[in-house]
Nanobody
Framework: QVRLVESGGGLVQPGGSLRLSCAAS????????MAWYRQAPGKQRELVAV???????NYADSVKGRFTISRDNALNTVYLQMNSLKPEDTAVYYC??????????????WGQGTQVTVSS
């Protein structure tokens, strides 16, 4: 079975930083795109950042220049470095990955979510 486990959320003051991690485990052949989404109370889930297996990245306009997504393919792990955090970044952050268990079929997997709260 494939699992995505996130860590690194918490409470931080405005202007502070947090680093989220998400590790994939199980019977994994390979992983295509990995991404972070977030969902604030009363809002739809939105894409924050995505990284391809080759390292190409894309970001939501609201986080460009403040957040950095990266991955370690050997560890099947994706990271989200969040700097200059704002109260509007408060949300549950979810890891997402397109994982191939049996080549060539890729399926979408989600983590359980980790709470990020930006408040003074």
């Amino acid at each position: 079975q494939v699992r995505l486990v996130e860590s690194g959320g918490g409470l931080v003051q405005p202007g502070g930083s947090l680093r989220l991690s998400c590790a994939a485990s199980g019977s994994i052949f390979s992983i295509n795109d990995m991404a972070w989404y977030r969902q604030a109370p009363g809002k739809q889930r939105e894409l924050v950042a995505v990284i391809t297996s080759g390292g190409m990245t894309n970001y939501a306009d609201s986080v460009k220049g403040r957040f950095t997504i990266s991955r370690d393919n050997a560890l099947n792990t994706v990271y989200l470095q969040m700097n200059s955090l704002k109260p509007e970044d408060t949300a549950v952050y979810y890891c997402n990955a397109a994982i191939i268990v049996t080549f060539p079929y890729a399926y979408n997997y989600w983590g359980q979510g980790t709470q990020v709260t930006v408040s003074s």
